[in-house]
């Protein structure tokens, strides 16, 4: 479970975050929406412990990310936009690196490899360094270390950026997949299919603000027709125009 309270980011005098409050539930996944700017990676990088609030707190699993840094951190898995990998490592020294950072003894992290291996269907380059990886394949090896732990919290900033079809339909599955074992999902993204398919609740951000949040139905209701995602959020994050 994630939860946050009375969250804010300032920069200076520029506010990234106004002041946020949101439960995240245990099998939940949540889709973060919101234009350029709007401070969903502000908001990313303080949940996942790489920026401090300016005021306010996230638990994950009940552990404080700011006291309780590494026991919070043992439940959280984060997954930024673009992977970074040891180039001369191949994908499966990479994954025994991050076992061994999370303590997960050699007799285990090898049959934990080769499930990732299949779940991502990385068999053909697994041993082959990174530095010749594609970036769909650094992604899947990217999740793939996420999940080794068997995190109990997943945040994801932009997960489908650059993954062909496959790829990307490998990554949906996972979410459902992790999100029925219990695994809460946090997922940021530019693309309202995804959040349209895979989502239990979707909080659409403007401006350091959350100003919509809910089923994909109660979003609908909020803007009072039978629309899709992207009307939705068209209508919702449209700047007013000031005549
Ligand atoms: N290090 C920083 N210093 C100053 N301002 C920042 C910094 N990082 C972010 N901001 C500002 O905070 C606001 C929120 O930025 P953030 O990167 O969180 O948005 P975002 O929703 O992730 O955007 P995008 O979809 O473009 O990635 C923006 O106005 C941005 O200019």
């Given at each position: 479970m994630i939860k946050i309270e009375g969250l804010s980011k300032h920069y200076g005098s520029k506010v990234g975050l106004k002041k946020l409050d949101l439960t995240i539930q245990k099998g939940e996944i949540f889709a973060f929406l919101g234009p350029n700017g709007a401070g969903k990676t502000t908001t990313i990088k303080m949940m996942v412990g790489l920026l401090r609030p300016t005021t306010g707190a996230i638990t994950i699993c009940d552990k404080?990310?700011?006291?309780?840094t590494i026991d919070a951190k043992k439940y959280l898995a984060y997954v930024p936009d673009q992977p970074y990998l040891y180039?001369?490592?191949t994908g499966r020294e990479f994954l025994e690196f991050v076992a061994l950072m999370y303590k997960i003894p050699q007799s285990e992290a090898g049959e934990k490899i080769q499930n990732l291996v299949e779940l991502f269907y990385s068999h053909e380059y697994i041993?082959?360094?990174?530095?010749?990886?594609s970036h769909g394949m650094k992604q899947r090896i990217v999740f793939s270390a996420a999940l080794i732990h068997d995190p109990r919290v997943l945040v994801v900033d932009e997960?489908?950026?650059?993954?062909d079809p496959k790829s990307a339909a490998i990554v949906k599955n996972v979410f459902k997949d992790q999100a029925a074992k219990g695994t809460t999902v946090f997922v940021s993204t530019h693309s309202l299919d995804v959040a349209e398919q895979i989502a239990d609740r979707i909080g659409i951000i403007k401006h350091g603000e959350i100003i919509a949040l809910g089923t994909l139905e109660e979003l609908k209701q909020q803007v009072k027709k039978e629309a899709r995602l992207e009307d939705i959020f068209l209508e919702l994050t449209e700047e007013q125009s000031h005549s």
């Open positions: 404080d990310i700011v006291k309780e180039d001369k490592l041993d082959r360094l990174t530095e010749n990886y997960p489908m950026v650059g993954l």
